[in-house]
DNA sequence: CGCGACTATTCGTATAGGCGTATATTCGTG
DNA sequence: CACGAATATACGCCTATACGAATAGTCGCG
């Protein structure tokens, strides 16, 4: 039910990438061609395409040919979507110390009493 | 300066590993002692303990001695800091199909004035 | 239709990293 | 201080994948 929290490892895996990761950020500043990313991330063509391939089918970006470029853009799906597992994170800051604290406490306790 | 546009790399690579993801999403719940983690996740002791400590190099966990237990619990900072580099994505949503059209008008342009 | 520009794909190579097994290390206890 | 429990590290194996070079495909144009 809760579909909104589970997040795409591959979203994670485009990003865990260094070119691609500042393809991204490229990206950000506007739609670019592939010859348009490589020449300004200095990386050659074919990688250019691999890596927006591979952005690509993680949903990241969208392609939209004109003439014989391809126009690449960030779509933001993946990026509300990995917004949004953040936020599942948010609550737990403030139960930290509390939690620590309790976990320190049952850490004798064998394991019973099967969680969720 | 703007050292919170930054985004490491290492937080995405940390968290692009299945195991990983996994033992960040069961983190979430509490802290976990690493048998715990290894016992729930249904992994062996030393892949726990290497997946803990790229997650604490990450800086994505912390540890804490409890007898001869270590106690792994999140640590807010680099997910603070993912959030707020996704923050800088929230704006592109707006201006996208402007900044098509744009560049779709300069793509015949060589190379317009060197940006930042 | 043939040519040039732009992009995608294929192939081989090198390396990063995950896994399993074995072992070292550390801590509490009697 | 010896022992057991809990964890960390080391080693070898294996797969995934990024890279470079070469090539195939695609589109507009004359």
């Known amino acids: 039910m809760n579909a909104a929290a589970t997040l795409d490892i591959a979203t994670l895996t485009a990003l865990a990438e260094p070119n691609r990761l500042r393809i991204v950020e490229l990206l950000r500043d506007g739609p670019r061609a592939v010859g348009d990313v490589a020449e300004r991330l200095a990386m050659r063509q074919p990688q250019a395409s691999k890596h927006l391939k591979v952005l690509a089918e993680a949903g990241l970006v969208s392609v939209r040919p004109h003439a014989q470029s391809r126009v690449y853009q960030l779509e933001s799906g993946p990026f509300r979507n990995l917004e949004t597992w953040l ?30």
Chains 1, 2 share one sequence.
């Open 87 to 116: 936020d599942t994170f948010s609550t737990v800051w403030d139960a930290r110390l509390d939690a620590l604290e309790h976990y320190l406490g049952t850490i004798r306790e064998p394991k019973e009493s099967g969680d969720a």
